[in-house]
């Protein structure tokens, strides 16, 4: 069955950087674009960014244009979301997520990021 | 605020049919698909509504999605305690080049 699990998340300071991962398995990880979501305290979802299947397509959300960088590695099954000068503001739970017509079908269980002095 | 709008709340009783919506614009809802995801607490989302009306395997047919013009609904019939839960509409926005979602809709069974 389809996985996703998330990590590298934890306390970071802000103006640090931080990189997250998605480990995929249960299907053919190269063939689906992949994105990222999260999800503030007590807040809603928010869409991050989106990688297309090969790579050669990624968009990000305006709040983290700039700052946020999507990757893959299709070798190794995983998605890499690299976090730069990080604010309070992105405190969040953050979920990776399966591309599918555009939007997403599975998700992971997510992985916490707090940045905080 | 969030690019698509749902109601914050929404409730019934054991048994009732509750309908919650999401009303977005040509940009969004006009000209792409619409997924409704259900959060239930301390978890992450689950798809329950894909491509406006389809629902993935083992999604109860109590759940039924829907869409017209730019706006979009999700529709649960026989409710149940255990469908106390978060709900987010989804879709693709073409001027923003991503994904936008509703601000989630907390349904409560009284």
Redesign the interface.
């Known amino acids: 069955q389809v996985q996703l699990v998330e990590s590298g998340g934890g306390v970071v300071q802000p103006g640090r950087s931080l990189r997250l991962s998605c480990a995929a398995s249960g299907f053919s990880f190269r063939n689906y674009g992949m994105?990222w979501?999260r999800q503030a305290p007590g807040k809603?979802?928010?869409?991050v960014a989106?990688i297309w299947n090969d790579g050669s397509n990624k968009?990000?959300?305006?709040s983290v244009k700039g700052r946020f960088s999507i990757s893959r590695d299709n070798s190794k099954n995983t998605l890499y979301l690299q976090m730069s000068s990080l604010r309070a503001e992105d405190t969040a739970v953050y979920?990776c997520a399966r591309r599918?017509?555009?939007?997403?079908?599975?998700?992971?269980?997510?992985t916490q990021v707090t940045v905080s002095s | 605020q969030s690019v698509l709008t749902q109601p914050p709340s929404a409730s019934g009783t054991p048994g009732q049919r509750v309908t919650i919506s999401c009303s977005g614009s040509s940009s969004n809802i006009g000209s792409n698909i619409v997924n409704w995801f259900q959060q239930l607490p301390g978890t992450a989302p689950k798809l329950l509504i894909y491509s406006n009306n389809l629902r993935p395997s083992g999604v109860p047919d109590r759940f039924s999605g829907s869409k017209s013009g730019t706006s979009g609904s999700l529709a649960i019939s026989g409710l149940q305690s255990d469908d106390e839960a978060e709900y987010y509409c989804a879709t693709w926005d073409d001027s923003l080049n991503g994904v936008v979602f509703g601000g989630g809709t907390k349904l409560t069974v009284l």
């Open positions: 994105h979501v809603g979802l928010e869409w989106v968009n990000y959300a305006d979920y599918y017509q555009l939007l997403m079908d599975y998700w992971g269980l997510g």
